[in-house]
């Protein structure tokens, strides 16, 4: 089955700096790669998704980038303030799997004033 | 849209008890989740439904475990007998399939905490 990993598990950056968290895939098939934001005592949400048909997405301050042939798709987030502080998870899986997403141990982003 | 309705949304029981988790995906959506997540292990798929039929149990822990989808508006996750290392948050997500797979949506969960 599929197996995703992700790093780091813990990112401490300065208001205003670049984060990046990066995520692996093992199954080649996989061509939906969401990511989800957990604010503390809340539910994971969507933040922005990539299918596997582009190579990147931008949504504000907020990317996502995919290279197929590594297997590879990151999260880019640019001029972070205190509000991203939070737990980023990243995912993946493939149409006729069943919508079933395999998720990456997830990301505690601090942003530091 | 109401997004995905957990209830309740805390519970706290002896150990021994029977716990009843509800979920009310939302509408138009043929995909149900079901998800436990700890500090230890993280974000679990307990399992999942396609049209009210359950897909895949295989993350369902025990046989204490049980879920049924009844009709396309509600779930249950039922845990008989309950013990103290089943204290977790519960989420129920929900999603629908097109072309290509979309995002599951979450509902605000359940804090379960058995004593």
């Known amino acids: 089955g599929e197996n995703v990993e992700q790093h780091p598990s813990t990112l401490s950056v300065q208001e205003g700096d670049s984060a990046v968290i990066k995520c692996t895939y093992s199954d080649s098939a996989s061509n939906y790669f969401p990511w989800y934001k957990q604010e503390l005592g809340k539910r994971p949400q969507l933040i922005i998704d990539i299918r596997s048909n582009v190579g990147e997405k931008k949504d504000q301050r907020i990317a996502v980038t995919l290279n197929k042939t590594a297997k590879h798709f990151s999260l880019h987030i640019t001029e972070t303030q205190p509000e991203d502080s939070a737990v980023y998870f990243c995912a993946a899986s493939y149409t006729g799997g069943g919508n079933k997403l395999t998720f990456g141990t997830g990301t505690q982003l601090k942003v530091e004033l | 849209d109401a997004g995905v309705i957990q209830s309740p949304r805390h519970e706290v029981t002896e150990m021994g008890q029977e716990v009843t988790l509800r979920c009310k995906p939302i509408s138009g959506h043929d995909y149900l989740f079901w998800y436990r997540q700890t500090m230890m292990r993280g974000l679990e798929l307990l399992i999942y439904f396609n049209n009210n039929v359950p897909i895949d149990d295989s993350g369902m822990p025990e046989d204490r475990f049980s879920a049924k989808m009844p009709n396309a508006s509600f779930s249950t996750l039922k845990i008989q007998p309950s013990e103290p290392r089943d204290s977790a948050v519960y989420f129920c997500?929900?999603?629908?399939?097109?072309?290509?797979?979309?995002?599951?949506?979450f509902g605000d969960g359940t804090r379960l905490s058995i004593l």
């Open positions: 997500a929900s999603s629908f399939v097109g072309d290509w797979n979309q995002p599951q949506h």
